[in-house]
């Protein structure tokens, strides 16, 4: 059955096939925000882990995880994380999206509840912000947080 005879079924979540394929596309990692901030990170010398879960048994996976240093990093999208500057509510199944966007920013704070219970710091960052601000910002608190873990070494 080709993309023109597809018909969601009752109660999906794609509306045509045209906004199926369009919501497939879409890339939970390795963004061009994420892209551009790693490699400024990666430039002024700092190694992080890409998608990788900053505590063993929670699932869910940060863009960047600087573990020594338990700083993990959220470059978060303006539309699946409800930016209060850029999200504009669906037109179509607006019920299911709005529920799913609503979603995402409780299970945001949950994940940053639990971290900070863990000793992690959070940086979350939206994706409209400027790269080099974020990479800077990135920098700083985690070259801080190293020289604090050095000296609490000591």
Not at 28 to 42: F, W
Not at 132 to 146: G, S
Request: one cysteine or more; proline letters at 6%.
């Amino acid at each position: 059955m080709g993309d023109a005879e597809w018909v969601p079924p009752e109660g999906s979540w794609a509306s045509s096939a045209a906004r199926r394929r369009n919501m497939q596309a879409i890339r939970s990692r390795d963004t061009k925000p994420e892209q551009a901030i790693r490699r400024l990170v990666h430039a002024q010398g700092l190694r992080y882990r890409v998608a990788a879960k900053p505590l063993p048994g929670l699932r869910r996976t940060a863009d960047m995880v600087f573990g020594p240093a338990k700083v993990a990093v959220f470059i978060d999208g303006c539309y699946w994380h409800g930016c209060p500057e850029h999200y504009v509510p669906p037109k179509t199944n607006s019920g299911y999206w709005s529920d799913k966007v609503a979603g995402n920013m409780s299970r945001d704070r949950d994940t940053d509840r639990q971290l900070s219970a863990a000793g992690w710091l959070v940086l979350r960052f939206w994706e409209h912000s400027a790269a080099d601000e974020c990479a800077a910002e990135i920098t700083k608190i985690v070259t801080a947080r190293r020289l604090q873990l050095q000296r609490s070494a000591i």
